[in-house]
């Protein structure tokens, strides 16, 4: 599997970009700001980008969608529940006193549980709330992509409008810990992990 983390934005999200070495097809994860960034490393890399996928609505996750999506024609797909977050991103922002390109309208609305093929490689949707109403994350050959979920030694904020501790908590150790512990974790923010360094050294398990 192709392979990219690309810091983007003033609150430095991570976005990744992944691709299937046969197809050269792409997924762009958490395009959050800098599209002209991000579509040059994927000029640089060859790739195609077929989808763009937001691990949830929060604004600094999806600031470049519109530039991405208009550009590469991929389609975008959030989960359903994220869906009022991701349009009212652009005021979310100012809140914070940044602004934010609003995103273009998904093409895909997801429930959790889907597979999404990305030439030969295959993508599972796991369902993740609580930092978000519909917070996901994604799971591929190894890795996973977990947004804003868990982080190294941390989990998502909980004090935001529509987050719930006890909701991210459950999700994590049903849908994340659950996985083999060699399994890479790439967050949102900040550096990787592993399952397993996460249940040894995770304070919050």
């Known amino acids: ?106 093409t895909q609305l997801l429930d959790g549980g889907e597979a999404l093929e990305l030439g030969t490689l295959n993508l599972r949707v796991l369902p993740t709330p609580g930092h978000s109403p519909g917070g996901i994350s994604l799971c591929v050959d190894g890795h996973v992509f977990t947004g804003d979920a868990l982080f190294a030694g941390s989990i998502g904020r909980t004090d935001l409008p529509g987050s719930d501790t006890e909701q991210l908590l459950a999700a994590i150790r049903e849908q994340l810990l659950s996985l083999p512990d060699e399994t890479i974790v790439h967050p949102g923010h900040g550096p990787d992990t592993s399952i397993g360094r996460e249940k040894l050294s995770n304070p919050f398990f």
């Open 1 to 106: 599997m192709i392979l990219q983390r690309i810091p983007v934005g003033p609150l430095q999200v991570n976005c990744f970009l992944i691709g299937c070495p046969q197809t050269r097809e792409a997924a762009i994860i958490d395009p959050g700001d800098e599209g002209e960034r991000i579509l040059d490393v994927l000029r640089r890399l060859e790739l195609t980008a077929k989808l763009v996928i937001n691990t949830h609505g929060h604004f600094d996750h999806i600031g470049a969608n519109r530039l991405v999506v208009e550009r590469t024609g991929a389609e975008l797909l959030i989960h359903r529940a994220d869906l009022p977050l991701l349009e009212n991103a652009a005021r979310h922002a100012a809140m914070y006193g940044l602004q934010v390109t609003a995103s273009v309208p998904p």
